[in-house]
């Protein structure tokens, strides 16, 4: 079966913490694994994908295939980083292109 | 271009009436797909257009939901006979290929 894990519902840090947002996932072959983000009042927008390998907004993350995880990393939490994040999984080969995503981490950055 | 636009933005309706909403993907993007969210869950996949062919449907989408992309354009959703298990956010996303899906900002369909 193909399923994203997020087991956080909410992550509560305080500005200038490190942040790990938590992602496992369940898939029998080679999927592309991304983050998603939404602040609030805005639309779900693409934050990283495993395969680009980059840094944005200071965020990373790295594609554990045998630990079949995709964590979320910053090493310094700014308040703009509160927002839902979701992690998700587009199963390689297949025509579709769909995501999968998970249930979502809250990150609440306090001041 | 301002992106992927969906109307109405939020819809009440009374069980069993028939909705439709609306989506405009950005221009030169022939991908289309329909997600629906509930609270507490992420987005699910419903069904997907490459062009004006639906390709695919997911099992969520039982016989009273029917999505169409006349022309490989805007696309439309409809719901009929409504329940309230229907209520959510419905998502519209578009991508060029299989490059970056851009996600419209929903329809929040409230059934009474």
């Known amino acids: 079966a193909q399923r994203v894990t997020q087991p956080e519902k909410l992550l509560s840090v305080f500005k200038g913490a490190p942040v790990e947002l938590k992602c496992n996932y369940s898939?029998?072959?080679?999927?592309?694994l991304f983050w998603y983000v939404q602040y609030s009042r805005q639309r779900l927008q693409l934050l990283l994908r495993?395969?680009s390998r980059e840094s944005i907004k200071g965020f990373t993350a790295d594609l554990n295939k045998g630990e079949t995880s995709f964590h979320l990393k910053k090493p310094f939490a700014q308040e703009e980083d509160s927002a839902m994040y979701y992690c998700a999984l587009r199963p390689l080969g297949g025509a579709t292109n769909k995501l999968i995503f998970g249930t979502g981490t809250l990150l609440a950055v306090q001041p | 271009d301002t992106g992927v636009s969906q109307n109405p933005r939020h819809k009440i309706t009374k069980r069993g009436q028939n909705v439709t909403f609306r989506c405009d993907p950005i221009s030169e993007h022939n991908r289309l797909y329909w997600y629906r969210q509930t609270l507490g869950q992420g987005p699910e996949f419903l069904t997907y257009f490459q062009n004006e062919a639906q390709l695919e449907k997911s099992r969520l989408l039982s016989d009273r939901f029917s999505a169409e992309r006349p022309k490989g354009s805007f696309s439309t959703l409809e719901i009929q006979r409504t329940e309230q298990g229907d209520s959510a956010m419905y998502l519209c996303?578009?991508?060029?290929?299989?490059?970056?899906?851009?996600f419209g900002p929903g329809t929040r369909l409230t059934v009474t």
């Open positions: 495993h395969i």
């Open positions: 898939y029998s072959g080679s999927p592309e």
């Open positions: 996303a578009s991508s060029r290929g299989i490059h970056e899906q851009y």
